[in-house]
């Protein structure tokens, strides 16, 4: 960079040229927050000329002295700045020395008196995280959360002599959600916000543009430092003033009340929106209703009947827990540790030992905390213990849960070895060697994150079509298995870990899910090939790789899903801003066909789960298999219970209660015209979303124009296809999926031949065991016939002629149908590719390819095809609803 006195010259790609203003400056205060505000600074240029921050802490720096001191910056450590009510004259020489044009204080605990305030030419600047005039004074952001305020925000001000009195210098302000805390505030806009705002505010006072805007003392507001004495819950009042509170005070000092004689605080609040789950009664001190301990945490009421939820409890002694294991927090047993687990101990220790550096050494006993560490040195402590200790993922609350060296081991330990999980998850597998592999298949139903028999006991054989013999026997799902199903479902969306989740982590377990996919890709594509007669090597690239692709993809738009902001009249003298937010439906319900069975699956799953919905699928009853195996690989995924849940079973029972179940709010089906117009009737029972990709009858124009010897090659090339086991590298053409689907389509094949189509090859049960049916072209079918009209949903082609250039012609034909699922067109003629592609009534058209289909691309139909898209932005838009908030101000 060109200097030219106390401005830089910068130059930007656009050419322009200009000369920046820059300031000596005087960094006073302390924090991460004052070494970031510190960092940028320099970074633009301005020279950091003294830090004045508080003394080492138990031989410990302060973040902002320690990145000072390694740039070189003079450090200054008082301790205070004045006695009896005096500067301290060494203190102000010392600062006087460092010549500073401002004073900037981005947060700072110590009383700095006016005479080093005013000392600057330009003064001083102070961030105070509050909207002011409102909520002077210390614990501004616990405030900002207990009195309710809907937002929150910061201010940059002149200093005077009164208490955050000065004027504004500019301020920023953001949303408070329902359910924000303190950290969550500060984590999402406070901090990263402020370092930017408190960077433009020397840069508006260097250019000489900075503005001083009186406080009103209209609305202006004082409230000092929040202490444990004063924090104490008063219970007769609503839901949300007691959320309010309770959020206010998490971390600190935390919101208490008296337990069976004990001083409990809670932590983690949020607002019960659904019904109250069943829980064991909790009698507080001063409550008129019990609390519930349930299995999610504890449910605490209100005075106006509505309730709120506490994750964590913390005891006197500073031992927290989850709320949920109140009644079973008793003395867990001290494991014993393996060598490995030795290891990691006491690369655990020497962590400890660089982050606590005034504790001479770490004992059993060493409290974390007691021993001076703060939130931030949690967030240290996780990540270098995942950095040093081979990716081990841990929790900031796994800190505050386990306090001592020697409990927080014991912690390390549980969760190395996944003992500290819920549940563990129990799969009783049919276990067979196919393949040159052990392939491992689950056959219960997946419900609440367990597999389990079907509620009466019954179970169904699901057939290998390759020979007709039986895989196993698959739970066949009840109607209480479905309401269990669904019930799980609306618990995990209402009050489970899944509605609390942020999208990025969201995306990270779909991220996770389609790594496990492709991980067990091949004995996916075995059990697929098995249970669905689907050919391995299809099956491995298509069937399993497009299931990998779509997760992937619709994990990236988890944290992209977002409104807009609109203009609309405004209520004059008033303003108003109207805005939209994509919202989760809540339960959906998903029933996918036998074709494709995995990626169906993934097509309409993997759109609902990034939209934040929990799912209850029913795979086709023929099917069932790669539908529970991926319910296993959800579970090693991470996916909270509740979220996927797999009901095999009939369409009948299972299929026809999903359709009207009223917590259901969207049905995604995939299958067969009738099937779909009667999941249209069930579901109006109450007006649940509905997406059908139904029956197709797909035309495929050939104009002369395209390379006709090719497609005329291509029909001679059915004759040599190997037909055969699916498992064998070599064959071209596997069985039909199950018995009463051959038996369709050689009926199919009858029809034809008896209404006059030529039958140029196959139409025959290939004699051998199994559902093997020949390829099959028929050729001279007009358009009356059955062939015509009627999907065959096989290996049949049927081929009509159209007289040359009756392009008008051939399209009346190509849309004399009731479906619109897909077409296609061959010609070397773009413009003619075009204007076909127009006059086509189906959802997709294919030009000079056919069933090229990617997963950012929607696919879906028209008329009796159905609507809605499956795969693409679109996809997203069938598992969302639209909220629009007006606001006047």
Not at 11 to 27: D, E, H, I, M, P
Not at 348 to 368: C, R, Y
Not at 692 to 705: A, R, V, W
Not at 801 to 811: C, E, M, S
Request: glycine share 8%.
């Amino acid at each position: 960079m060109l200097r030219r006195g106390s401005q830089a010259l910068r130059r930007f790609s656009t050419g322009r040229v200009y000369f920046k203003n820059q300031l000596k400056l005087a960094l006073i205060g302390q924090s991460l927050f004052g070494q970031e505000v510190y960092s940028h600074l320099c970074k633009e240029g301005h020279r950091v000329v003294g830090v004045f921050t508080v003394p080492d802490k138990d031989g410990k720096a302060d973040p902002l002295a320690m990145a000072a001191e390694k740039d070189g910056t003079p450090v200054f450590k008082f301790p205070r700045w004045r006695v009896k009510g005096k500067t301290i004259k060494e203190v102000a020489e010392a600062y006087r020395s460092v010549g500073a044009e401002l004073n900037v204080l981005p947060f700072c605990t110590q009383f700095i008196p006016m005479d080093v305030i005013d000392s600057p030419k330009h003064g001083s600047i102070i961030y105070h995280p509050s909207i002011l005039p409102r909520h002077r004074g210390a614990s501004a952001i616990n405030w900002t959360l207990i009195m309710g305020d809907k937002k929150a925000g910061f201010s940059v001000f002149w200093a005077d002599d009164g208490l955050d009195t000065g004027p504004i210098l500019l301020q920023r302000s953001c949303d408070v959600e329902p359910n924000d805390t303190v950290d969550a505030i500060y984590n999402r806009f406070l901090f990263p916000e402020g370092i930017k705002a408190m960077v433009e505010a020397v840069q508006l006072i260097a250019d000489g543009k900075a503005p001083r805007i009186p406080q009103p003392e209209e609305g202006a507001t004082y409230e000092g430092i929040q202490k444990k004495e004063n924090a104490e819950i008063s219970w007769d009042q609503s839901a949300e003033v007691l959320h309010n509170w309770i959020r206010g005070h998490d971390k600190v000092p935390g919101a208490w009340t008296e337990i069976n004689g004990q001083m409990v605080t809670f932590y983690g609040s949020s607002l019960l929106n659904s019904p109250v789950p069943p829980g064991e009664p909790l009698e507080m001190k001063g409550a008129k209703k019990p609390g519930l301990v349930t299995k999610h945490g504890l449910v605490l009421f209100g005075n106006d009947g509505k309730a709120l939820m506490v994750r964590n409890l913390q005891f006197e002694d500073g031992k927290m827990i989850p709320a949920s294991q109140y009644f079973s927090a008793g003395e867990t047993a001290v494991v014993e540790l393996t060598a490995e687990e030795k290891k990691v101990a006491e690369t655990i220790k020497v962590i400890w030992a660089g982050i606590l550096s005034n504790v001479p050494v770490i004992e059993d006993s060493t409290d974390f905390f007691k021993s001076g560490a703060s939130s931030m040195d949690v967030v240290r402590l996780v990540e270098e213990i995942r950095q040093k200790c081979g990716g081990l993922q841990l929790q900031n609350e796994d800190v505050y849960m386990a306090t001592k060296f020697e409990d927080f081991i014991q912690k390390v330990v549980r969760k190395l070895r996944g003992e500290d999980q819920e549940e563990e998850l129990v799969v009783d597998y049919v276990s067979k060697e196919v393949n040159e592999m052990t392939v491992n298949i689950p056959y219960q139903c997946f419900i609440n994150g367990q597999f389990t028999d079907a509620e009466d006991g019954k179970t169904y054989d699901t057939i290998n079509p390759t020979d007709g013999s039986t895989i196993c026997k698959v739970s066949y799902a009840s109607l209480v298995d479905v309401d269990k199903a669904v019930a799980a479902a609306k618990d995990a969306f209402d009050n489970g870990e899944w509605g609390r989740m942020n999208a990025r982590e969201r995306g990270r377990l779909m991220y996770r899910l389609a790594d496990l996919l492709e991980e067990n890709q091949e004995e996916l594509a075995t059990i697929e090939a098995l249970d669905s007669g689907a050919v391995y090597t299809l099956a491995l690239k298509t069937h399993i790789g497009m299931s990998v692709q779509t997760f992937r993809y619709f994990a990236g738009w988890c944290d992209k899903i977002q409104g807009s902001t609109i203009p609309i009249n405004q209520a004059r003298p008033n303003r108003n801003l109207t805005f939209t937010k994509k919202e989760p439906l809540g339960v959906c319900a998903i029933i996918i066909p036998w074709n494709y069975p995995l990626m169906m699956l993934a097509w309409k799953s993997a759109a609902c789960l990034a939209a934040g919905n929990t799912l209850v699928l029913k795979p086709a009853q023929v099917t069932p298999l790669t539908a529970l195996k991926f319910a296993e690989l959800s579970v090693k995924a991470g996916f909270p219970k509740g979220v996927i849940n797999i009901i095999p079973g009939s369409g009948g029972v299972a299929g026809q209660r999903l359709s009207e179940h009223p917590d259901i709010r969207k049905l995604g089906f995939t299958g067969s015209t009738p099937i779909g117009k009667q999941i249209m009737r069930s579901a109006a029972s109450n007006l649940k979303k509905v997406s059908l990709e139904l029956g197709g009858k797909s035309p495929l124009i050939i104009f002369n124009d395209c390379e006709i010897d090719k497609a005329v090659r291509m029909v001679e090339e059915i004759k040599k296809m190997k037909i055969g086991d699916p498992l064998d590298r070599s064959t071209d053409h596997g069985p039909q999926n199950h018995k009463a689907h051959l038996e369709k389509l050689l009926q199919y094949c009858e029809a034809g031949v008896k209404e006059g189509a030529t039958l140029v090859y196959g139409g025959r049960q290939v004699p051998r065991p199994g559902f093997f049916m020949e390829p099959t072209v028929f050729t001279d079918v007009e358009d009356h016939m059955y062939l015509a009209r009627e999907e065959s949903f096989g290996p049949i082609m049927v081929i009509s002629k159209f007289q040359n250039g009756d392009i008008d012609g051939v399209l009346l034909r190509a849309n004399n149908t009731e479906y619109g699922l897909a077409s296609g067109v061959f010609t070397r003629d773009i413009n003619k590719a075009m204007y076909v592609s127009e006059k086509l009534e189906a959802g997709t058209v294919f030009i000079n390819t056919y069933n090229k289909t990617d997963v950012a691309a929607p696919f879906g139909g028209v008329k009796q095809s159905g609507f809605g898209k499956d795969l693409g932005e679109e996809a997203l838009n069938e598992y969302l609803k639209t909220k629009t908030v007006t606001l006047e101000y």
